[in-house]
């Protein structure tokens, strides 16, 4: 039993890692607001929700596009979304004629309409193609949300979304968790707003 104490010390530390990860997210509340509110006007005028990431990200992207396809709270209305790394062959397709920078762009140009919503998960702010594919939404009048960790990398720094949201973190493990905890928040307030459709309206202010 003499490793309890360490192993102790150990797990607390774990744990205090993630807390102001999870404050700093807490402390952009008034901004993820803001995306939700732009989110559910979209929703409100028709629009799909287009969701982009590598790796591990691409995961969370298919994640992200179930919850609002398939919401797991009953009685939670169904929303439009995608995610554009679940076709492999599409993917691997654009990647071997055009080049993996372009694999989500290409997607977006033939898929996505001014109406829709593109939100772009990078880890680190700095993946190339989800970058290239917040830029080409943004020619198209896609609302933009960047999901990055970090400092924001190029995607905060370019302002390449009109809407970023920072999980202020080095370790990649606690960047995924904060991620996952503010996509649900947005899932989450996204369907506040439309219990409030009087603010859904053009003349509604966020």
């Not at 799909?48 to 990431?53: D, R």
């Not at 198209?140 to 990055?148: A, N, P, S």
Request: proline letters at 4%; a negative charge; glycine letters at 8%.
């Amino acid at each position: 039993m003499s490793g309890a104490p360490a192993r102790t010390a150990t797990a607390a530390e774990l744990f205090e890692r993630r807390v102001l990860p999870l404050y700093h997210l807490a402390d952009q509340a008034s901004k993820i607001a803001a995306a939700c509110h732009a989110m559910a006007v979209r929703f409100h005028q028709g629009g799909t929700l287009v969701v982009f990431g590598n790796g591990t990200a691409s995961t969370d992207a298919q994640h992200v596009a179930v919850e609002f396809v398939h919401p797991v709270i009953m009685g939670k209305r169904a929303l439009p979304a995608i995610s554009l790394t679940a076709d492999i062959a599409t993917v691997t397709g654009v990647a071997g004629e055009e080049g993996f920078d372009e694999v989500f762009a290409h997607q977006l140009r033939h898929l996505a309409s001014a109406h829709d919503i593109a939100l772009g998960v990078s880890p680190d702010g700095n993946c190339t193609n989800v970058l290239r594919g917040l830029a080409v939404a943004a020619e198209l009048d896609m609302l933009t949300i960047g999901l990055v960790g970090s400092d924001g990398g190029r995607i905060a720094s370019l302002s390449a979304a009109d809407h970023v949201v920072v999980a202020r973190s080095e370790d990649p493990r606690v960047i995924k968790e904060v991620h996952v905890t503010a996509y649900h928040v947005l899932w989450e307030l996204v369907h506040v707003f439309f219990q409030h459709p009087d603010l859904l309206e053009p003349r509604a202010v966020a």
